[in-house]
């Protein structure tokens, strides 16, 4: 007996579908790996003791003997790599609706979706940088940082319960949306992925917020975030998550002003 055109597609489908997810499995395994191999050896030198009670990563140092240019290098190659850890579990299911809809033509959209997250690491180091050296000369700017982020984790975590948030987190998780429609054309495809990955920066600031407060090479904060991300994306019930996830930020957030207050 011979196959139906109908069920050989499905049989394609099917091998389709398992050889793209478990090629993703194998690229977020990949760069997971090689950023706890990055925060251990980052772990390992110890940060600066800052007036207020904290510590400054060494993401914010050059090593010895290092130039700027080669800081620079090294912060945006970790970052890099660390959002592709931290954003595939979450974008994956995008990327396979625009793979079906342009038949095939997935690379483009992802170049386009992960160059944003790029450029926002390569903007984040000059910034990070200027801060720390601000940082470092004023003793009272110092001891300012830890009330400052307490208040920065309850304002992300009061995004999180808005209808901003709601808005940007039902784009993102439509497959097709008014405002972010991922087009089946491949020559859009570019174009597309940028498109995708600011409406993502959009919706994911203020968890990159709290991760940047808690340490952007910090491996627990991290997972938390990326835990957090992934599943308000692709959970039945993101929108809950994503209330859940804004409660618990805010809690933290008062916890940590709590202590940056001496209570």
Not at 131 to 142: G, K, V, Y
Request: glycine content about 10%; proline content about 6%; overall charge positive.
């Amino acid at each position: 007996m011979t196959s139906t055109p109908s069920a050989e597609t499905a049989v394609r489908v099917v091998a389709d579908t398992r050889r793209f997810f478990v090629t993703a499995a194998l690229l977020f395994l990949g760069s997971a790996a090689l950023t706890m191999s990055w925060c251990a050896s980052m772990s390992a030198m110890p940060g600066m003791d800052m007036p207020g009670g904290w510590t400054m990563s060494m993401a914010w140092m050059r090593m010895p003997g290092q130039s700027w240019a080669g800081a620079a290098a090294t912060f945006i190659g970790m970052w890099s790599v660390m959002m592709f850890a931290m954003m595939l579990p979450a974008v994956a299911p995008a990327l396979w609706r625009h793979r079906r809809a342009a038949h095939g033509a997935v690379l483009p959209i992802a170049l386009g979706y992960f160059g944003v997250w790029i450029l926002t690491g390569a903007g984040a180091f000059p910034i990070g940088i200027a801060l720390a050296e601000a940082e470092m000369r004023l003793p009272m700017l110092s001891g300012a940082v830890p009330l400052a982020s307490g208040v920065l984790v309850v304002i992300a975590g009061a995004l999180q319960l808005s209808p901003w948030k709601s808005r940007q987190l039902a784009c993102c998780r439509g497959p097709v949306v008014r405002g972010c429609d991922l087009r089946a054309a491949p020559r859009s495809a570019w174009r597309d992925g940028i498109r995708l990955g600011l409406r993502c920066f959009g919706c994911c600031a203020p968890m990159t917020a709290v991760l940047f407060v808690a340490g952007v090479m910090d491996l627990r904060a991290m997972a938390l975030v990326t835990a957090a991300i992934t599943a308000e994306r692709i959970a039945p019930h993101g929108q809950r998550v994503a209330q859940v996830t804004g409660w618990a930020m805010i809690f933290a957030g008062s916890i940590y002003l709590a202590g940056a207050a001496g209570l």
